[in-house]
């Protein structure tokens, strides 16, 4: 009897991955072993080989040919930008400004910005239950920023920018590369993204490195190959089986996964108004993927 994968599990285990991330790049980036932008591009250097054979094993016959011609090229190209380079020096660079379970609800936002998105260029419909999660995780976000809005917002303001590069980046996977060999567009993706990332090492005055050790080696390692290299591949796989919407549906296990090893691992601590600015993102998620 063959074993069949229900396809919802890539996105779950994608997120899942992707909690672990925050809690790792905080303690990395956090705790000033290397800067947010250098983690981006060794991350991802790391990461292409290893996505780079599992696109060359998995190929068929046209794949290639179906997005080396210029304008699938070229969004790949886009991707990159803003799904590899973009997001992850923002989300990395907020999580040495504040603690990893606020910056992974933040970035949780992804969900109903993306749905906003899709309603404006009208691949969606707006209907009551999605505008109220968006109203919902908008004034989610409110209550946990509030306590670090007296001057101390950066890493806030950083993190709602990855959320914003990340719906783009859903947006334009979802409605321009659709039907095509996911193993090979994660590559390619990370290909770009890691080229434009190595200039900004260099604006940013080059490697930030601090005292690096084993267990940095091994952090570093882990989030090249586990939420970097094989989360990427489940959600892109996951988008492509079971749509946006339905893989949308596990993002809440990003700040979730985040907060509890936030607690265990690094001593965090939730305010009230934080905690019930985390709920109602939540909720707003729920809501926006409820259809």
Do not use: C
Request: proline share 4%; hydrophobic share 55%.
């Amino acid at each position: 009897m063959r074993f069949k994968i229900n396809p919802l599990v890539y996105p779950a285990l994608a997120t899942i991955s992707w909690g672990t991330n925050a809690v790792a790049g905080r303690i990395l980036v956090g705790e000033g072993h290397i800067d947010g932008i250098t983690l981006t591009f060794v991350r991802f250097s790391l990461a292409l080989p290893l996505l780079g054979i599992v696109a060359l094993a998995t190929r068929r016959s046209g794949d290639w040919e179906s997005l080396a011609r210029s304008g699938p090229m070229l969004t790949t190209a886009v991707l990159g930008l803003l799904g590899i380079a973009g997001f992850n020096i923002l989300f990395y660079t907020a999580l040495g400004l504040m603690e990893a379970s606020l910056v992974s609800l933040l970035t949780s936002l992804a969900t109903p910005l993306t749905y906003i998105m899709a309603v404006l260029i009208s691949i969606d419909v707006l209907t009551a239950s999605g505008l109220a999660g968006t109203l919902s995780s908008f004034a989610g976000t409110y209550f946990v920023l509030g306590p670090r809005l007296n001057g101390e917002y950066l890493g806030g303001v950083l993190a709602i920018g990855a959320a914003v590069a990340w719906s783009l980046y859903t947006i334009i996977l979802r409605t321009r590369l659709p039907a095509r060999n996911q193993n090979i567009v994660i590559a390619l993706t990370t290909f770009w993204g890691t080229l434009f990332t190595a200039p900004a090492v260099v604006v940013s005055g080059g490697p930030q490195l601090g005292n690096i050790g084993l267990r940095e080696v091994l952090l570093i390692l882990y989030v090249a190959v586990v939420p970097g290299a094989i989360g990427y591949t489940l959600w892109n796989i996951g988008v492509e089986k079971v749509g946006a919407a339905r893989s949308a549906i596990f993002i809440p296990l990003v700040p979730l996964t985040a907060a509890l090893l936030g607690v265990v691992l690094l001593g965090e601590k939730l305010t009230p108004l934080q905690a019930f600015g985390g709920l109602l993102i939540l909720a707003g998620i729920v809501l926006v993927v409820r259809k």
